[in-house]
């Protein structure tokens, strides 16, 4: 549909600019001002079509880049395994829970149930 509307609006500037020429080429100052509005609306015509095409160039590239960020994020989050204090055993998503802000560990192995803290990181 886009292409069609910028396909469109490209034909009419084209045909105003021709127009316009002639206007122009004609002479006399009525016709050289004719020509000349005609030209310029067509430009403008030309620029909101080349924008448009612009913006909706962009979009879907801005979309995918927001995807593309997600993607890491769990993709780290998946990494960083974390294990049970008392047993070790590699605990997974759903044996977190966040309670009062803080997040609870409840181990599915052994069943020990306690705070978990983050590590400083310096
Ligand atoms: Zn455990």
Not at 63 to 73: A, D, L, P, R, Y
Not at 101 to 118: D, F, R
Request: proline residues 3%; glycine residues 10%; hydrophobic residues 50%.
């Amino acid at each position: 549909m886009s292409k069609i509307v910028s396909a469109v609006l490209l034909f009419v500037a084209i045909v105003m600019i021709l127009l316009g020429a002639l206007f122009v080429i004609a002479g006399g100052t009525d016709n050289m001002i004719t020509g000349g509005v005609m030209i310029l609306v067509a430009i403008i015509l030309i620029f909101v079509s080349y924008r448009m095409e612009k913006i909706k160039a962009a979009q879907p590239k801005l979309i995918n880049q927001t995807f593309n960020v997600k993607m890491e994020g769990s993709g780290q989050l998946t990494q960083k395994q974390l294990q049970c204090k008392s047993c070790g055993a590699p605990l997974s998503d759903k044996d977190l829970k966040v309670i009062s802000g803080g997040i609870m560990v409840s181990c599915p192995y052994c069943g020990t149930k306690y705070a978990l803290e983050e590590a400083p990181k310096w």
